[in-house]
């Protein structure tokens, strides 16, 4: 049918272009705050790119729909100003009729977000803690970059090791600052070796010396020492780590009944229902007019849509800290949307006159 295709074809286009203006903004966004990250310790520079990778594999949810909320209500809204609807109108073509070609268009799309949300986003947030986990129980050594100052995981001990050092197991030209206890230890050894003896790390020092100053009085000691050994931290255990609500599994989260894993549930299925109300809220939102240059219409469509995800937010902490149940969220807040959705549609094909007249 041409007027399917017809609209069809006008959403993929815009749907196309502004997912790659959205892509290209939040890519620029995520880069710098994940290089101020790796810079600040966070996890390993090594790993930006796939850090970068997983948090967009997250974010992919939320931009596919307001990409698919956008095009709908832009293309929808050019079609009223530059006086098509008329002529679709004329031709018998109503609100309810564009249900249709939406649904042809946005099924692949609510698709992508179902399994972004309910599958792709939890494994990027579970990798993502991983990659965490794993350079927080790095030891000291291993987290120094050579031939940068770098600071211990808890803030007492800052390091620096020779650039020619392997930063893994052995460090050359080692230099150690030590706060605790009133006390600054300064620290420098020509060479140094972890080694790992019933479940604690050590640090094992060759030809150095060691200046001890209490930060009270200001007195000094002094000392040099063929070999020494400064212990620095426990072994971590992965097995012990248990992953965040965001990165449980979607069945996890059903089986699950603490309150923070069926808030989590309600945001990835609201995130779904979200992305189907807003094609609908776009449908009846959609209006111009062929005498004004400016679109009202996106903008406040674009308002809606921002109050609408916060409130997504909202029902995840309410369910949460145990205000609603899952399914009262999901029905109270997505439902009723869906119905209000639907009713502006209707009353914008003049349902409402209608009604009335069928009661005269």
Known sequence: MLFDSSVRRELWRSFVGTLVVLLTVVLTMVLIRILAQATMGAFAPSDVSLMLGYTLLGQMPLLLSLA??????????RLWRESEMVVWQVSGAQQLSFLRPLWQMGIAVLLGVALLSLVARPWA????????????????????????????????????????????????????????????????????QIETQAGQRYLNLERGERTQTDLTNGNKVMSRFATARILIGEVDRDADAQPEVRAMPTL???????????????????????TLNMMLIGLGLAAGNARRSSNWSLVFALLVFVIYFNLLSLTQNWVSTGKLGTWTALLGVHGALTLAALTRIWWRDGGWVMLTEGRR
């Open 68 to 77: 698919l909320f956008v095009s709908v209500v832009a293309v929808l809204s």
């Open 125 to 192: 947030q579970s990798q993502t803690q991983i990659l965490k986990s794993r350079y927080e129980k790095r030891s000291d050594i291993a987290r120094v970059q050579p031939g940068l100052f770098q600071a211990s995981s808890d803030g007492s001990r800052v390091f620096f090791i020779d650039a020619h050092s392997d930063g893994q197991r052995t460090g050359k030209n080692i230099f150690i600052v030590l706060t605790k206890d009133g006390q600054e230890t300064v620290i420098t050894a020509q060479e140094g």
């Open 252 to 274: 996890d989260l059903l089986a699950s009944t603490v309150p923070a894993a069926r808030g989590e549930l309600v945001w990835r299925l609201g995130l779904v229902w979200a």
